[in-house]
Nanobody, 115 residues
Framework: QVQLVESGGGLVQPGGSLTLSCAVS????????MSWYRQAPGKQRDLVAA???????TSADSVKGRFTISRDNAKNTVYLQMNSLKPEDTAVYYC?????????WGKGTLVTVSS
């Protein structure tokens, strides 16, 4: 059973930074796609950024230049570095593990951007 545990969320002022972490257990950390999604109140869950085992990344236009996804395969952990945060970044952020035939989600971590 694959488990994903997110951490690092919290309250931050506009313009501030946070780093989210997602620790993966129960699976070999390779041949997969790791992603961060977010869901704001009353809105659908959207992709924020994704990274392959080999380090190829993609990100949503709304976070390009501000958010960076990375992974440490030795630690089975994926990160989301968030800079220049805006109030519209407020959401629950979810970690996602995908491999052909399987998909798992974390429980989410809340990020609130407010003064």
């Amino acid at each position: 059973q694959v488990q994903l545990v997110e951490s690092g969320g919290g309250l931050v002022q506009p313009g501030g930074s946070l780093t989210l972490s997602c620790a993966v257990s129960g699976s070999l950390f390779s041949g997969d796609l790791m992603s961060w999604y977010r869901q704001a109140p009353g809105k659908q869950r959207d992709l924020v950024a994704a990274i392959t085992t080999g380090g190829i990344t993609t990100s949503a236009d709304s976070v390009k230049g501000r958010f960076t996804i990375s992974r440490d395969n030795a630690k089975n952990t994926v990160y989301l570095q968030m800079n220049s945060l805006k109030p519209e970044d407020t959401a629950v952020y979810y970690c996602n593990f995908w491999r052909i035939g399987t998909e798992y989600w974390g429980k989410g971590t809340l990020v609130t951007v407010s003064s």
